[in-house]
């Protein structure tokens, strides 16, 4: 996957529309009931910004950011700031033989049919580890890039790894134009700008 670990300006995707999408085909039966297939197992997230007005340094930065993507070509990190958040979740229970374990979040649903997600793009400096809830504050490293907790030492049986950490969405870009208007002097403006969250 070709990917740039940066950032996308916190201040424009703070005004983001957008989440989580199911992928379902829906085929109506000649009985009327109906039948319903999954297409992905996972969410595939998508957003909307509007960059409007911008006006100088911004409009700059913005531009650059566009340009070092080359449109749809790279991806970079988002920060969805409805959802940025691991807090104490389980990831793993040891078993005394297994060291790597994937972060993820488990988000829970009435009638026990709970949705796990991989988190794969970890803020740098913000995890916490414990073991059966006692902080490990040394014995393993995090690969902020695939989300992946790796132990020196395999956690011992039936010890519970929980993590907590802030993470970021992989996007794009769903564009190659930059189809901006200029409303007046130095003035900028670019709508409907959709991002799209990428999978490695």
């Not at 993507?69 to 958040?85: M, P, T, V």
Request: aromatic share 10%; net charge negative.
């Amino acid at each position: 996957m070709s990917f740039h670990d940066i950032q996308f300006p916190t201040k424009i995707s703070y005004g983001a529309v957008g989440g989580p999408r199911f992928s379902t085909t829906v085929q109506t039966l000649a009985s009327g009931h109906e039948q319903r297939n999954i297409n992905w197992s996972a969410a595939r997230r998508e957003y909307q910004v509007d960059i409007s007005p911008s006006r100088g340094s911004e409009w700059e930065a913005l531009l650059d950011f566009f340009h070092a993507r080359r449109g749809r070509a790279y991806g970079f990190r988002l920060k969805d700031f409805s959802d940025f958040e691991l807090t104490t979740g389980e990831v793993g229970i040891g078993d005394g033989a297994k060291t790597d374990f994937q972060i993820c979040k488990i988000y829970e649903a009435a009638g026990n049919w709970p949705h796990c997600r991989d988190l794969r793009k970890i803020v740098p400096e913000t995890t916490a580890v414990a073991l059966d809830g006692v902080p490990a504050l040394s014995g393993w490293s995090v690969d902020n890039g695939s989300g992946m907790i790796t132990f020196d030492a395999p956690p011992a049986l039936d010890v519970v790894i929980t993590v907590s950490c802030e993470f970021d969405v992989p996007v794009r870009f769903d564009t190659d134009l930059m189809a901006a208007t200029i409303p007046g002097p130095h003035i900028h403006q670019w709508q409907s700008v959709t991002l799209v969250e990428v999978r490695s």
